[in-house]
């Protein structure tokens, strides 16, 4: 199981984690966190290994209830959240992970997947 950023230390903590479920990635963050609840928005983006970086919106709401699954592609791989605020306090936090190929593994409905 690849290494957690931090664990959830305080109400502005966005604490980025990443759990393994097969090969496959669920990066999830502290949707308590003072920056996760005044968010307008957010940016997931992901650099695995040599392909091109991915970037994903997510809205308010999603940065409130979701967590993402991720399939790597390579055997290197960094997550960014950046959340942005309408108080226009925006935060950001980057974890890396070294991880096996994909497996097929299952999903919750919180889980939103992610294609690589």
């Known amino acids: ?13 966005l604490a980025l984690q990443l759990d393994r479920q097969g ?12 920056a996760i609840r005044r968010a307008k928005g957010g ?5 695995d290994g040599d392909n091109l970086p991915q970037s994903h919106t997510l809205d308010a ?3 409130r209830t979701l967590s993402v699954s991720y399939s790597p592609a390579s055997d290197h791989v960094v ?13 950001a936090e ?10 097929s593994v299952s999903t919750n409905d919180r889980t939103l997947k992610i294609p690589n």
């Open 61 to 63: 709401n999603e940065l």
């Open 43 to 47: 940016l997931l983006s992901i650099w």
């Open 23 to 34: 090969t496959d990635l669920v990066v999830r963050w502290n949707w308590s966190a003072d």
């Open 94 to 103: 980057r974890v890396l992970v070294f991880t096996a190929l994909r497996s």
């Open 1 to 13: 199981m690849p290494p957690s950023a931090k664990q959830f230390n305080t109400p502005d903590d």
């Open 79 to 91: 997550f960014r959240l950046a959340v942005f605020g309408y108080d226009e306090q925006n935060v």
